[in-house]
């Protein structure tokens, strides 16, 4: 799934004013014509909510990490690939599980690394998050070797929590004995300041994406309902189709209403 622009709270939404071009049935059509295609069509707004990632299969796309700090912090990068820790904003009632980037810099793209377990977190300036041999966090590198390759531990006494293990099989940890929070990739033990919170855009989250599909599955109207059945049906009839659809047993269902409107017709 290709990556769209990301919006963030507080962002105007700006709507496409449509144009309308004179015809002039003599004159050739040009390559610049407008023309509709389906990029044009309106998209669900959920796609651009933000949720936690519940387990490390749930991660892909934009993500930001949330860090265990207070106030709340992400994982950040600038243009030049310095890693550092940023403010977060957009949460609500400081609510770090709430959490949402206001800022592109904060934002990484997660994707597997082939063949393994591992995730690659991309910057918003085309390269990667590395963690070299000493704990040093750098997102300078422009391809995927091992110090760019991560396991996501999630942690069992913390539900959608993760410690983030580097290459050499030690795990990022936060550094906030100073005003400004440092993260360095040398502890060696899973701590408070190792566990690290998973935020990722909702279309991305193989479950949810199940859950619509079922929900859309489920949808159907009274007259395809009754064209499937082949006479007009009854309020509570229609009901118990729909019920059935939604739980997975609709055909042995319909099969009892085509039955039972047999037995009417030559009661």
Same mark, same amino acid.
């Given at each position: 799934?290709?990556v769209? &622009?990301l919006t963030?709270?507080?962002?105007?939404?700006t709507k496409?004013?449509?144009?309308?071009?004179?015809?002039d049935? /003599?004159? &050739?059509?040009?390559s610049?014509d407008?023309?509709?295609? @389906?990029?044009?069509?309106?998209?669900?707004?959920?796609?651009d909510?933000?949720v936690?990632a519940e387990? %490390? @299969?749930? !991660?892909s796309g &934009?993500?930001i990490?949330?860090?265990?700090t207070?106030?709340?912090t992400?994982?950040?990068?600038d243009a030049?690939g310095? !890693?550092? =820790?940023?403010?977060?904003e957009?949460?609500?009632?400081?609510?770090? @599980?709430?959490?949402?980037?206001? /800022?592109?810099? *904060?934002v990484?793209i997660?994707?597997?690394?082939?063949?393994?377990e591992?995730?690659s977190?991309?910057g918003?300036h085309?390269?990667?998050?590395s963690?070299d041999k000493y704990g040093i966090l750098t %997102?300078?590198? &422009?391809a995927? @070797?091992?110090?760019?390759s991560? #396991?996501?531990?999630? #942690?069992?006494? *913390?539900?959608a929590?993760?410690?983030?293990?580097?290459?050499t099989?030690?795990?990022l940890?936060?550094? /906030?004995?100073s %005003?400004?929070?440092?993260?360095?990739?040398?502890?060696?033990? #899973?701590?408070f300041? =190792?566990?690290? $919170?998973?935020r990722m *855009?909702a $279309?991305?989250?193989p479950?949810?994406?199940v859950?619509k599909a079922?929900?859309?599955a489920?949808?159907?109207s009274r007259?395809e309902?009754?064209?499937?059945v082949g006479r007009?049906l009854e309020d509570?009839?229609?009901k118990?189709?729909?019920?059935? $659809?939604?739980e997975?047993?609709?055909?042995e269902v319909? #099969? /009892?209403?085509k039955?039972?409107g047999?037995?009417?017709?030559f009661?």
């Open positions: 799934m290709p769209k &622009p963030f709270k507080g962002d105007k939404k496409k004013r449509k144009r309308t071009a004179a015809v049935d /003599d004159a &050739p059509s040009k610049t407008l023309t509709t295609t @389906s990029a044009a069509k309106e998209t669900d707004p959920e796609d909510s933000w936690s387990a %490390a @299969s749930d !991660v &934009p993500i990490f949330v860090l265990p207070e106030p709340a992400c994982l950040a990068c030049n310095k !890693v550092w =820790t940023s403010a977060v957009n949460f609500v009632d400081g609510d770090p @599980s709430t959490a949402e980037p206001h /800022d592109v810099r *904060q990484w997660a994707n597997r690394v082939a063949g393994t591992n995730f977190f991309k918003h085309g390269r990667y998050l963690c %997102a300078t590198a &422009p995927v @070797s091992p110090i760019e991560f #396991l996501l531990v999630p #942690l069992p006494s *913390q539900p929590i993760f410690a983030v293990e580097t290459n099989e030690k795990f940890a936060v550094d /906030d004995a %005003a400004s929070p440092t993260v360095r990739g040398d502890a060696e033990e #899973l701590l300041n =190792t566990g690290l $919170r998973v *855009q $279309r991305f989250k479950r949810l994406k859950a079922e929900k859309a489920a949808k159907i007259k309902l009754e064209e499937a007009r509570d009839e229609v118990k189709l729909k019920k059935a $659809r939604k997975g047993d609709y055909h319909l #099969l /009892d209403v039955v039972k047999k037995h009417d017709k009661a």
